[in-house]
């Protein structure tokens, strides 16, 4: 692996001519999980929680992430930390999204920059009043919901903890 006291005296070019060896591995795991790049649509994030969590990547991402080797479907969130404590959902939440989101479990992702935090495993029961809450609203305006936001302190509060980061920064 590159040595940091050689990395710390190279420019920034030379840096990434250093590093991108190890970044062309990455993409050729991430090809093996139907993730085409790594740098897209969180692509690297997604690898890392399809290695912890199993699951399997539904590919074109229309529709929900994710399946288990049963073909049970999930939906998959992520929040950075680094920038906001929530997490987005739909451009263009409506009930036909909603009753979607309502039939699959779903896997929220706690990330702080690029580094797996937390995993956490919501059943779609559990955010039953978040749904109603958007869906009356959209019943009262007859409005798309603009990407409303899931915040982390519920999903804390109703999910089951099913991965936390280690001391050592490997995934398991």
Request: aromatic content about 12%.
């Amino acid at each position: 692996s590159p040595n940091p006291e050689v990395l710390d005296t190279q420019t920034d070019i030379e840096r990434l001519n250093i590093t991108f060896p190890y970044l062309r591995e990455f993409q050729k795991l991430a090809n093996k999980y139907d993730i085409s790049d790594v740098f897209q649509d969180n692509g690297g994030k997604l690898l890392q929680v399809l290695l912890v969590t199993g699951l399997t990547n539904i590919k074109p991402r229309e529709g929900n992430d994710a399946v288990d080797v049963n073909g049970k479907e999930f939906e998959l969130k992520s929040v950075n930390l680094s920038l906001t404590n929530q997490f987005s959902t739909h451009h263009h939440l409506n009930p036909k999204i909603i009753a979607k989101y309502r039939l699959v479990d779903w896997i929220f992702c706690v990330y702080d920059s690029i580094e797996l935090k937390e995993i956490y495993y919501v059943t779609p029961d559990k955010l039953e009043p978040w749904f109603k809450k958007y869906e009356d609203k959209w019943n009262i305006d007859k409005k798309d919901g603009n990407n409303p936001k899931i915040p982390l302190s519920l999903v804390k509060s109703i999910g089951k903890l099913i991965f936390s980061s280690s001391s050592d920064g490997l995934l398991f």
